[in-house]
């Protein structure tokens, strides 16, 4: 079955705009996790959505958000872009919330802010 | 908040065993996992203990639990260059997020 698909997997943005990063989940998954991952701080979570909920959410500004669709293929936003989000952008999928089994990863997408 | 630690670089010669080593601080701790990235590529789950086993034996990877000491370690036996990557550790306990280490970078020489 297809893996984690995660869209665009390269962007380049400017400072102080916005962007909207895409994850689709394992057929079957409804649960979504983001993670931020920067060679300084490792992975840190962002925040993980089930059933279309927000049911978990990590230490970042209210600059970072989400959401999450009926299908439950899940979207990340990031307003007001600074150089600190350069990161590669990692979405987890999961059977269910707060699973003990452990994550299936995307392949991430790598934003550059300039 | 709960902490993750790992040593950050491994070197092994092809063909020996590499043993990588992560600490936890959650007591709490229920779940244990190695997960592996390649570059270029996200994280892919290489297995996971439950605290209340001690070892987890799977082909050439071999989990080892010591609760007492929250320590955590992974062989790989007969490492070949496939295995270079960079593996990190997690661990789930009661806060239900799992909290991933900063991860080791495995490099295997010829």
């Known amino acids: 079955k297809a893996g984690v698909t995660q869209t665009p997997r390269y962007l380049i943005k400017t400072r102080g705009q916005q962007v909207t990063l895409s994850c689709s989940p394992i057929s079957g998954h409804r649960s979504v996790s983001w993670y931020q991952q920067t060679p300084g701080q490792g992975l840190q979570f962002l925040f993980e959505y089930f059933s279309e909920t927000q049911r978990n959410k990590g230490n970042f500004p209210g600059r970072f958000s989400g959401r999450q669709f009926s299908n439950s293929r899940s979207e990340m936003n990031v307003s007001t872009l600074e150089l600190g989000d350069s990161a590669l952008y990692l979405c987890?999928?999961?059977?269910?919330?707060?699973?003990?089994?452990?994550?299936?990863f995307g392949s991430g997408t790598r934003l550059t802010v300039v | 908040g709960e902490d993750v630690e790992q040593s950050l670089f491994l070197s092994v010669r092809e063909g020996d065993s590499s043993v990588i080593n992560c600490t936890y601080t959650d007591s709490s701790s229920t779940y244990l996992y190695w997960y592996k990235q390649e570059p270029g590529a996200g994280l892919q789950l290489l297995t996971y203990?439950?605290?209340?086993?001690d070892m987890k034996q799977d082909q050439r990877l071999t989990v080892l639990l010591n609760k007492k000491d929250k320590h955590l370690s992974l062989r790989i036996a007969d490492t070949q260059t496939g295995d270079s990557a960079i593996y990190f550790c997690?661990?789930?306990?009661?806060?239900?997020?799992?909290?991933f280490g900063r991860g080791t970078s495995l490099i295997v020489h010829p």
């Open positions: 203990i439950f605290s209340n086993m």
């Open positions: 987890a999928s999961s059977l269910e919330t707060q699973t003990s089994y452990g994550y299936t």
């Open positions: 997690a661990e789930k306990g009661g806060s239900y997020i799992p909290t």
